[in-house]
């Protein structure tokens, strides 16, 4: 109708020089006189286009003298926060598990043993050994000694045996025993080399106290007795 009522102005705002003019926005102003208070007006603001639109914002605009100014603008109360329901962790599941066989040891295999080469046997060492008796005659017949008689076994001489290997003489003592007998062990000496022809044996010493104490030519004990093979192993 063209006049202000009570309830409701339509005013124009300009937001950069705060005066009214044809080319602002239409603003609903609400008093309860019907005249332009200086407590509290409720303008929509375009924050882009200048246009009233559903995304303006209301902003209230608190005046001194009653005209509208753009000096102070209060923003209006924040959004109401919307509501985000509450976050619980679930940990992942565990990955499945890989199925591993058994172990089970099984030893190796024992070497295999080869049956040793038998070595060529190496010739065991010959022994050359001379025996004999020695006896003591009570009657010694010196002219004749085949005819001497009453002898007896004399334990306790002294045999030696000496023997001639090349250049080098050889020689081997030993004791007789109380059947008479003596064995004695010629070492060093090469028998296969030289054999037994070379050795002699004859009395070296009577037993200590013996009143046989007298070596005789009978068999050339006093001088060396040849020596002949009695027995011997394969060699």
Not at 26 to 36: C, D, E, F, I, R
Not at 42 to 56: H, K, V
Not at 69 to 84: A, G, V
Not at 155 to 173: F, H, L, M, N, S
């Amino acid at each position: 109708s063209g006049e202000i009522s009570s309830s409701t102005i339509l005013l124009s705002l300009s937001t950069s020089s705060g005066e009214v003019s044809s080319s602002s926005l239409l603003l609903p102003l609400t008093t309860s006189t019907g005249k332009v208070s200086s407590t509290t007006i409720l303008l929509p603001f375009s924050s882009s286009s200048g246009e009233i639109s559903s995304s303006s914002l209301l902003l209230q605009l608190p005046t001194t003298t009653g005209k509208i100014s753009t000096t102070t603008i209060l923003s209006p109360p924040p959004p109401p926060k919307t509501y985000s329901p509450p976050y619980y962790y679930s940990s992942p599941p565990p990955p499945p598990k890989s199925y591993s066989p058994p172990y089970y040891y099984t030893s190796p295999p024992p070497p295999v043993s080869y049956p040793h080469p038998h070595p060529h046997p190496h010739p065991k060492p010959l022994v050359f050994k001379v025996v004999g008796k020695v006896y003591c005659y009570r009657c010694y017949d010196w002219t004749n000694p085949k005819k001497s008689h009453d002898k007896k076994h004399l334990k306790g001489a002294v045999v030696e045996v000496t023997c001639k290997a090349g250049d080098k003489t050889v020689k081997a003592y030993g004791k007789t025993k109380i059947n008479g007998k003596y064995a004695i062990t010629v070492e060093g000496y090469n028998y296969r080399k030289y054999g037994g022809e070379v050795c002699t044996a004859k009395l070296h010493a009577p037993p200590k106290g013996s009143p046989c104490n007298i070596p005789t030519s009978y068999h050339m004990g006093n001088k060396g007795a040849r020596l002949h093979v009695k027995s011997k192993t394969k060699y």
